[in-house]
């Protein structure tokens, strides 16, 4: 394993994930069901969620180097974009899961949470800007096992972080500081995709 590729992957996927509906879907969860439950079924979501990631990613490093870069490139630079035109607000976010899990009763079992929210995070993470950028990083990099464990460390600590303490943490932590961290990471590693492709 590369220990730089996997810090990279974690550096760049962290702080997008802080604003996003996976941290808010997250916190909505633990605030209805126990948060142990809550966060095995976010960490089974995100394990199949990156290991489809990782292997398109795969797929993809199969093609000639230099347009799987400059592919890379442009899906690195529109996550920046993204991250920083994110209008949705985490209330908004909460709200759409609150309707999600409307039906679901509050003293579920901790086996029905763990499902419900393998469920809701497995739909709210499916073509997620994260999942896209996982696929680029390990088109990128083309080792699977250092992008997916970075992933992987991202998204269960965000999960963490969300069913802990969630609401203290955005109480503390502007979103918007968050965003502007995210697309940054998101920014520079573009810009070290394109210089990569111009040097051939």
Known sequence: MNLVVALTVFAAIFPSEL?????????????RFSAFPV??????????????????????????????????????AAGAVAVLLAKDSPAEEAAEVEEEIADVPAKASARR???T???????A??????????????????????VGIGALAALLIVAGLAAAGGRALL?????????????????????VTVIEVLRG
């Open 39 to 76: 966060w095995l079924g976010a960490a089974a979501a995100f394990l199949v969620q990156t290991v489809v990631a990782v292997a398109a990613g795969g797929a993809l490093a199969l093609l000639p180097r230099r347009p799987v870069h400059a592919v890379a490139a442009l899906l690195f």
């Open 171 to 191: 109480r503390v932590v502007p979103v918007l500081w968050i965003r502007r961290v995210a697309a940054a990471v998101f920014g520079a590693v573009a810009v």
């Open 117 to 123: 929210s393998f469920v809701v995070l497995f739909v």
């Open 113 to 115: 949470a763990a499902i």
């Open 125 to 146: 993470e499916w073509g997620d800007l994260s999942q896209l950028l996982t696929a680029a990083f390990a088109a990128k990099y083309r080792d699977w096992l250092s």
């Open 19 to 31: 604003p996003d509906k996976t941290f808010v879907a997250t916190l909505v969860l633990a605030t």
